[in-house]
């Protein structure tokens, strides 16, 4: 069982938050983005210090700012799934999945990673490297890790964030059946009301940093707020145009954006109507040399027309690619510099259908 | 799918052009002295004599021990600085960081003669080490000294970049799952940062090789103890000519070797940044 409270802020935004969750229970934070999820999350978790807050844990003081007690992150007995899974890119799925079991003898090890590994259907993947991942299979891996060592409490931050809809539905059902397996309190974080639905038990709606609406789910409607969504960046590049074609077995429709086509992931009966596109620029690839016969739906000619070094790091291209606007991409200055490229250059935009965004 | 054609080819941009005549003119600044160096030294007589003889091997050990000393003298001590620098927020952080890159807008000889005032006979720390009848000027100590002085800010900033490049959120999770901050850091940060590590000690080492300045002034150029091949340079030209483009040649050689060396590592794909 989980209970606490956390009272944090950060400039003019304050975080106000109080839970209490059983074994065996999940509870959604649910809410747009900048109402305080993630924060929340990164407080519990130890990732941010809360400057006040009291914390327990199956009956174990973790936090307590009143008295000073600030038991260290290692020894909280916590489980956490980043909305970015961040699976350790430099060992293998087994060694990921086994690095939090220090103090296991190697059969045991062995043989709770094989469990997991089982458990999770993923048992093909135990000597793959993360960058060779699907992002639902990087889902799995890490829900493994964060549960290898029994934790008391696990945290889910957006964990289908970055699965596209129909792997979404499927990992939904597994994670629920995987969830309640595992019979310990389950704190997570969605802006997307399916997956509140899906998976918890009680949701509390978070508003500014605020709890707003709160209670069992399913004797609960969706909130009225309509959170916004929460993987584009403030550099989301818009795009407006008209539906030109449509496959409805695919569920795929071509649209019209200044003369260009491009495919998004969304059925659309009605041809030539008028849609706004949302492109997040990190879901945007870059090919310096034609690309062909890849399975990457939309694949643009365009050249680039500037650059500029933002820091030691990065560099930021600016592409045109026919689209009536600019398009601002940013690449590492290691590869960048590696791949000499010059203005003016020819080069090939790849933007894969589910990650443009229509609305 | 029908794709715009906005590739223009054919006539080059005066941005290009604008570029590219002070690009050849660099390089040839760059190229020309060298590839005279190398033409004159291999075509001189006597260059396996001076290679093998005496003062360059001497010259040779002298580089060796020093420049690897400090090497690793600069990863122990710049590494958790390094690390420090990256993640840490404290007061006064802006001056530590301009303390660390002084050396590197210091003129070398500077730097030597504020190492001899500190560690020579008057020196504050001299003074201690003479009251055990150690001397550290002019010594292969001191040419540890002067190479340190001048080549840790090439390791740290290096290894500084790599540490700051890795999302904290490996880190964070390291943690979670149990691990303290110390294994955290040799299993995590330190693999991340790894190709960045490896660079700064490159760098670092061909610093201390070419090292000349600070060395002279506060060790000396003492054949076979304190001199090092950048220093038997300037002492060859005073014996011949035809000995100081040998060295050169060597110079030159460990030089393209480093630098070939970085290019790997920077194509490491196994050691990139995370």
């Known amino acids: 069982m989980s209970v606490g409270w956390i009272k944090h802020s950060i400039g003019s935004f304050e975080l106000d938050y109080k839970w209490d969750v059983s074994n065996g229970e999940t509870l959604a934070l649910f809410g747009p983005s900048g109402s305080g999820k993630s924060l929340t ?106 549960i290898a060592r029994k934790p008391k409490l696990l945290l889910l931050d957006e964990p289908f964030a970055n699965l596209d809809e129909s792997l979404r539905n499927v990992l939904r059902q597994k994670l629920r059946e995987e969830i309640i397996e595992l019979s310990i309190p389950v704190i997570f974080v969605s802006h997307d009301w399916s997956d509140v639905e899906a998976l918890a038990h009680q949701v509390s709606v978070l508003s500014q940093g605020t709890i707003v609406d709160g209670g069992i789910v399913g004797k609960f409607h969706k909130p009225m707020i309509e959170p916004s969504p929460p993987l584009v960046s403030e550099n989301r590049i818009m795009l407006y145009g008209n539906v030109t074609q449509t496959d409805r077995d695919g569920h795929l429709s071509t649209c019209s954006v200044n003369g260009v086509s491009l495919i998004v992931r969304q059925s659309i009966v009605n041809t030539g109507k008028e849609l706004s596109l949302t492109i997040d620029p990190r879901d945007i690839s870059l090919s310096f040399d034609r690309f062909v016969n890849s399975t990457i739906e939309n694949v643009l000619t365009g050249r680039i027309i500037g650059s500029a070094n933002l820091d030691s790091l990065q560099t930021e291209l600016t592409i045109d690619c026919g689209l009536g606007t600019d398009i601002n991409i940013m690449v590492s200055r290691q590869l960048f510099d590696r791949c000499g490229v010059k203005p003016d250059q020819p080069v090939w935009v790849l933007v894969r259908a589910h990650d443009i965004r229509v609305k | 799918m029908r794709v715009p054609n906005v590739v223009q080819t054919g006539k080059q941009s005066p941005f290009f052009i604008a570029g590219f005549i002070p690009t050849v003119l660099y390089l040839s600044f760059i190229g020309l002295p060298l590839v005279g160096l190398v033409l004159k030294a291999i075509t001189s007589e006597g260059l396996i004599d001076a290679l093998t003889g005496s003062l360059v091997i001497d010259a040779m050990l002298v580089t060796l021990v020093s420049s690897l000393t400090t090497v690793v003298i600069i990863f122990i001590v710049g590494t958790p600085l390094a690390y420090v620098i990256a993640r840490a927020q404290f007061p006064g952080k802006r001056i530590v960081d301009i303390t660390i890159e002084f050396p590197l807008v210091l003129p070398p000889t ?111 150029n003492f054949p076979g103890r304190t001199q090092t091949l950048s220093l038997s340079v300037i002492a060859g030209l005073e014996i011949s000519l035809s000995f100081a483009l040998a060295v050169s040649l060597l110079l030159i050689s460990i030089a393209v070797g480093i630098l070939v060396v970085i290019n790997i590592i920077a194509n490491q794909t196994k050691w990139r940044s995370y």
């Open chain 2, 110 to 220: 500077v730097a030597g003669l504020g190492l001899l005032m500190i560690f020579g006979a008057d020196g504050f720390i001299g003074k201690m080490f003479s009251f055990f009848g150690i001397d550290i000027p002019f010594t292969i100590v001191a040419v540890i000294l002067a190479q340190t002085f001048v080549a840790a800010p090439f390791y740290i900033r290096s290894a500084r970049i790599g540490f700051e490049s890795i999302n904290p959120m490996y880190e964070h999770l390291s943690r979670t799952l149990g691990r303290s901050k110390i294994f955290t850091f040799w299993h995590v940060s330190f693999p991340l940062a790894l190709r960045s590590i490896i660079a700064g000690l490159t760098l670092a080492w061909a610093r201390a090789i070419s090292e000349v300045g600070a060395t002279i002034v506060f060790a000396g």
């Open chain 1, 41 to 146: 999350l990164n407080l519990l978790s130890g990732f941010i210090t809360p400057q006040n807050a009291y914390f327990e844990l199956d009956s174990t003081l973790l936090v307590d700012t009143s008295k000073g007690v600030y038991q260290a992150i290692e020894k909280r007995d916590i489980g956490y799934v980043p909305q970015e899974y961040n699976l350790f890119p430099h060992l293998s799925v087994e060694k990921n999945i086994e690095y939090g079991l220090f103090n296991w003898k190697e059969f045991q090890k062995n043989t709770r990673v094989s469990e997991l590994l089982h458990w999770l259907q993923i048992e093909d993947l135990r000597f793959r490297s993360p960058e060779t991942l699907s992002a639902g299979q990087k889902q799995r891996v890490a829900f493994a890790r964060s």
